[in-house]
DNA sequence: GGCCCGATCGTCT
DNA sequence: GACGATCGGGCCA
């Protein structure tokens, strides 16, 4: 690992409820480390927890186990990268202990280093634009499928320490009305003072 | 093998 | 606010 690279949280940070997880990621950096190459950090503003098997908009719904969602099976501390929309890839930190499959979609980050690489890849203008989403992110990163099943806790992909934000929302996830009663849970953590959300906060509970 | 749809984004109105 | 892009995954036959 760089120099300049901070150290990452250890895997007992994933090791607890998606819910929990969400919730105390915000603040934390992003941190994309390779060995040689770029170091890129962003503060996480926006995170959601799909908290399992019974959680209807989970891919582990039900007990939904392929190659794809593998890794939300195992233990805590791994990357889970899927492919969606024919074009966007998401990046969701997988929580708690196997048997019990749940993870964490980072949403919004705040990018703190590497800004000029990000907007090269983006196309756009340094500002929210370059990481408020969770395409936009990976993109802004480079994160792709060959990150999915690596470990969260050393280089190059990792999370690292950061100030907790004043307050915190919670609100209902994006993009997953299909799934009925469990659309509504409050599972989508912010930071509402953050110019980097992908929606901006209308209602809901601190 | 076929069909439908998605944890989104950018563009247009 | 609406919609098209674009393609792998999931599910059924």
Same mark, same amino acid.
């Given at each position: 690992m760089e120099p300049r690279c901070p150290p990452p949280l250890p895997r007992e940070f994933y090791a607890r409820p998606a819910d929990v997880v969400a919730r105390e990621c915000l603040g934390k950096q992003l941190v994309l480390c390779p060995e040689p190459g770029t170091v890129l950090t962003g503060r996480i503003v926006e995170a959601e927890a799909y908290l399992g098997v019974r959680d209807r908009a989970a891919h582990c719904y039900a007990g939904r186990r392929t190659k794809r969602n593998e890794v939300m099976y195992g233990p805590a /501390?791994?990357?889970? #990268?899927?492919? +969606?929309? /024919?074009?966007?890839y998401h990046l969701n930190l997988v929580t708690d202990g196997p048997g019990r499959p749940s993870a964490v979609l980072v949403r919004a980050v705040e990018p703190l280093r590497g800004r000029d690489i990000m907007a090269e890849r983006r196309g756009v203008a340094p500002g929210p634009l370059l990481t408020n989403g969770p395409g936009k992110l990976c993109q802004a990163f480079a994160i792709g499928i060959e990150h999915n099943g690596i470990d %969260?806790?050393?280089?190059? %992909?990792?999370? @690292?320490? /950061?100030? @907790?934000? $004043?307050? +915190? $929302?919670?609100? @209902? $996830?994006? /993009? #997953?009305?299909? @799934?009925g009663n469990w659309a509504k849970r409050l599972l989508r953590f912010v930071d509402p003072d953050s110019n980097f959300l992908s929606r901006k906060v209308v209602s809901g509970r601190r």
């Open positions: /501390g791994f990357a889970y #990268v899927f492919f +969606i929309y /024919g074009m966007h %969260l806790c050393r280089s190059p %992909l990792y999370l @690292a320490a /950061g100030p @907790a934000p $004043r307050h +915190i $929302r919670q609100t @209902a $996830r994006i /993009g #997953v009305d299909y @799934a």
